[in-house]
T-cell receptor, first 113, second 110 residues
Framework: EPEVTQTPSHQVTQMGQEVILRCVPI?????FYWYRQILGQKVEFLVS????????KSEIFDDQFSVERPDGSNFTLKIRSTKLEDSAMYFC???????????FGPGTRLTVL | DQQVKQNSPSLSVQEGRISILNCDYT??????FLWYKKYPAEGPTFLIS?????DKNEDGRFTVFLNKSAKHLSLHIVPSQPGDSAVYFC?????????FGEGTQLTVNP
């Protein structure tokens, strides 16, 4: 069964550094999402992406964050200058057209020191 | 963000019995509701969903009920199996975003 994949599984970085989290959505999906879960908190929506542009973003998704679909298979989340509070599990999700269910990847654990 | 709440952090049931997980919401703009199951170190796995225009959806051992007037949904698992032990999240959609509850840890004892 097709799955969303994410790399790396764990990323450790120093505060102020840039990180790029990568996702390969399911191949016939056209809607893409990033969510995050800070330890002990709820899963939170960050951004949705369709047709090469952002459809919706949350208050968390400020100028430090950006998303890109650099080719036909990858979907990336970039954090320009990481802060301690960016430490979280980041989940990518994707969805087929005309369906409602979002399918999630295994997550990337980001640790900012 | 209190728009979606799961008030029970944990639930323990015996194998073969029914598990009932509950979720309450406050936002009337939610048009679709989903349940996800999550194991440690994995992403949420989609289980079952329901549109806001329906009151019940069934898929095998899983049934979701929606009470719009009470802004309440529940997930019934029957019969419960030890492999069902996981954290269960309800999520509600408005626009393109999902808003999640806190999760309920279900433990099914053999």
């Amino acid at each position: 069964e097709p799955e969303v994949t994410q790399t790396p599984s764990h990323q450790v970085t120093q505060m102020g550094q840039e990180v790029i989290l990568r996702c390969v959505p399911i191949s016939n999906h056209l809607y893409f999402y990033w969510y995050r879960q800070i330890l002990g908190q709820k899963v939170e929506f960050l951004v949705s992406f369709y047709n090469n542009e952002i459809s919706e973003k949350s208050e968390i998704f400020d100028d430090q964050f950006s998303v890109e679909r650099p080719d036909g298979s990858n979907f990336t989340l970039k954090i320009r200058s990481t802060k301690l509070e960016d430490s979280a599990m980041y989940f990518c999700a994707s969805k087929r057209p005309n369906y409602n269910e979002q399918f999630f990847g295994p997550g990337t654990r980001l640790t900012v020191l | 963000d209190q728009q979606v709440k799961q008030n029970s952090p944990s639930l323990s049931v015996q194998e073969g019995r029914i598990s009932i997980l509950n979720c309450d919401y406050t936002n009337s703009m939610f048009d679709y509701f989903l349940w996800y199951k999550k194991y440690p170190a994995e992403g949420p796995t989609f289980l079952i969903s329901i549109s806001s225009i329906k009151d019940k959806n069934e898929d095998g051992r899983f049934t979701v009920f929606l009470n719009k007037s009470a802004k309440h949904l529940s997930l019934h698992i029957v019969p419960s199996q030890p492999g069902d032990s996981a954290v269960y999240f309800c999520a509600a959609r408005s626009g393109s975003r999902l808003t999640f509850g806190e999760g309920t840890q279900l433990t099914v004892n053999p």
